[in-house]
């Protein structure tokens, strides 16, 4: 389709970093979500590859995740699944990409309350976890922020 016509359908070209942005936050996100599923599926190996810098035990680690509340378990998978969701949507070159990143942000403020409340093992706690939890807010609030800026030039329809 000629620049021409796109104008006229009122459509816009996809611009080169919304390719790079989407596959880049898809595999970022695709981190997350094999955490989840592994941590879900209690994989001792996954989870003893994952504690290794930590002082804490794997049967110690399979409590903390199996003492979590239903509520912050929800929060969790509508954390992961909706960054993922909201990663193809951009790919998908849609508008829902912002919405799904939207639940993911909520998902993540009810996970970030429920770690930080004190439940968390104190040998998981430290300026690690809070720059990891840092990033994981900057990408989040980015992607959502992208998306809306996407939808708003109308790349994304």
Do not use: C
């Amino acid at each position: 389709m000629k620049h021409s016509e796109q104008r006229r359908l009122g459509t816009k070209r996809t611009p080169w970093h919304l390719w790079v942005i989407g596959l880049v936050s898809l595999l970022f996100n695709a981190f997350g979500a094999n955490d989840y599923l592994q941590s879900q599926l209690r994989n001792r190996d996954y989870i003893a590859s994952m504690t290794g810098n930590y002082d804490i035990s794997v049967d110690q680690m399979l409590a903390y995740l199996g003492g979590f509340p239903v509520w912050a378990e929800a929060g969790w998978a509508f954390g992961v699944w909706g960054a993922v969701l909201g990663s193809l949507l951009l790919l998908l070159r849609s508008r829902f990409a912002f919405y799904a990143f939207i639940v993911a942000l909520a998902g993540l403020l009810v996970t970030t309350i429920y770690q930080f409340s004190g439940a968390m093992p104190d040998a998981l706690g430290g300026p690690g976890q809070m720059i990891f939890a840092a990033i994981i807010w900057a990408v989040t609030l980015g992607l959502a922020w992208y998306a809306r800026r996407m939808t708003t030039a109308g790349v994304l329809r």
